[in-house]
């Protein structure tokens, strides 16, 4: 069976800072009637003028499947699109495309904002090849997913981004494409309307749709996804499942490695060192870690044999994307007489971040090390920083979750259930007959 899409390395290159000659005569005679010796004397741009947005880029997609492309801001996901929409022209390679495209790319692409959202419908439609009898059977459809049936009238150049982006949309996913293409252009959406077209995307592929998906919100590209692409510097790096590629995206962007050792250990005061700190799950140090899986912390700190001192603090504070403090744990916690004196040697510590506990989000662990209201020897300077995503986690299967972007915490708590019979069923028990 032929693939709906097939690139074959293919690349974009792109010049810095340049205005891309048409190649028409008329531009070309303008030109050099207005500089005759920059146009005779023009050298080939220098490779620091030139930008491969991408560079031989190879893959192949089969009808009906969803794919996602995630990448770091700048990797070529968008030009890919456009490449494949036939918006922009490759620079080398070649692309085959099987069906007809509807994009949704950036917003207002493909709207003329002097007419209407009824005009602009109209003339999508007859851009994809469509009948105007094809697209007046779908109009009403279009317009109800939309929502703004009072402004359908109104010329587009009066909507917000948030109009421009619902009623494009609806316009993608309701016209009969074989390839449907959506950028990161949902991200302007409310969250209501949001849901509503990822469901929509997911009808699309099981009625047998083709969708290319770029976003950063990794846990949609997880829940919509049956495959996706990892894209770094215009190359492919990684191709796989949605969450095999999520890991390598928190490996390649998210954050350095959460192990750290300090050479300066000691300077701070003779008595007391934090020598190591590392923060890893299953043995992964990288700093791209999962919700549902435990995190483990580890300490390594020394205390000298003199002078000795009473009040040993050893322990961190865990800060979200808000700068909020989540908790902190200190390894005597439990303890409840005061601290006696820190008896000398070299203390391995370990504690345990349990799953299914912590939001999906960025962290910052600082350590606190130090003597109780005399000094501290560690804090923000040795911090380690992590990534936590959230693909198997509380929540992550439902739609719910997205109600629960504020909740500071996500834990897993156990629950209990007792379901008591209704009169009608306890009436059937007593006869004897037996229900499921």
């Not at 923000?380 to 992550?396: C, D, P, Y």
Request: hydrophobic residues 40%; proline residues 4%; neutral net charge.
């Amino acid at each position: 069976m032929l693939p709906a899409i097939k690139v074959e390395n293919l690349s974009k290159q792109y010049l810095i800072g340049t205005r891309a000659a048409s190649g028409s005569f008329r531009d070309a005679f303008g030109d050099f009637a207005r500089s005759p010796l920059s146009a005779l004397r023009r050298d080939r741009p220098s490779a620091d003028a030139t930008l491969w947005a991408l560079k031989d880029v190879s893959f192949e997609i089969q009808k009906g499947d969803v794919v996602g492309f995630v990448g770091h801001n700048g990797a070529g996901k968008s030009t890919l699109l456009k490449v494949l929409s036939r918006i922009v022209a490759p620079t080398t390679g070649r692309v085959q495309l099987h069906g007809r495209v509807g994009s949704l790319l950036e917003v207002g692409t493909g709207f003329h904002p002097e007419l209407t959202g009824r005009e602009n419908i109209y003339l999508n439609g007859a851009v994809l090849g469509m009948r105007r009898s094809e697209i007046s059977a779908r109009f009403d459809e279009i317009v109800s997913f939309s929502e703004i049936e009072r402004f359908l009238d109104t010329p587009v150049k009066r909507y917000s981004s948030g109009m421009y982006t619902r009623l494009a949309f609806a316009v993608a996913a309701h016209l009969e494409t074989e390839v449907l293409i959506v950028d990161e252009v949902l991200a302007v959406g409310d969250v209501q309307f949001q849901k509503k077209c990822m469901g929509k995307m997911g009808d699309a592929a099981r009625q047998g749709r083709t969708v290319l998906f770029v976003s950063h919100n990794m846990q949609a590209v997880a829940n919509l996804c049956s495959r996706a692409v990892l894209l770094q510097a215009g190359q492919v790096v990684f191709e796989g499942s949605p969450l095999d590629t999520i890991n390598e995206y928190h490996k390649h962007f998210q954050t350095g490695g959460t192990i750290r050792t300090y050479e300066s250990a000691g300077a701070y005061d003779p008595r007391l060192a934090l020598h190591q700190l590392a923060v890893r799950q299953e043995g992964d140090e990288t700093g791209s870690f999962l919700s549902h899986l435990p995190i483990e912390v580890e300490m390594e700190v020394s205390v000298a044999e003199e002078p000795r001192f009473q009040g040993l603090v050893i322990g961190f504070a865990l800060y979200n994307d808000n700068q909020l403090e989540v908790f902190s744990s200190y390894f005597d916690d439990l303890e409840s007489t005061r601290p006696g004196e820190a008896q000398p040697g070299r203390y391995r510590l370990r504690c345990t971040i349990p799953a299914n506990f912590l939001q999906e989000g960025n962290y910052r662990l600082v350590p606190d090390v130090g003597i109780s209201q005399v000094k501290r020897v560690a804090d923000v300077a040795e911090q380690v920083v992590f990534a936590v995503n959230n693909v198997r986690g509380v929540g992550s299967r439902w739609q719910l979750r997205d109600w629960r972007r504020n909740s500071t915490l996500l834990p897993h708590l156990p629950w209990q259930t007792r379901v008591d019979a209704a009169p009608a069923a306890r009436e059937n028990a007593v006869a004897g007959r037996v229900f499921p």
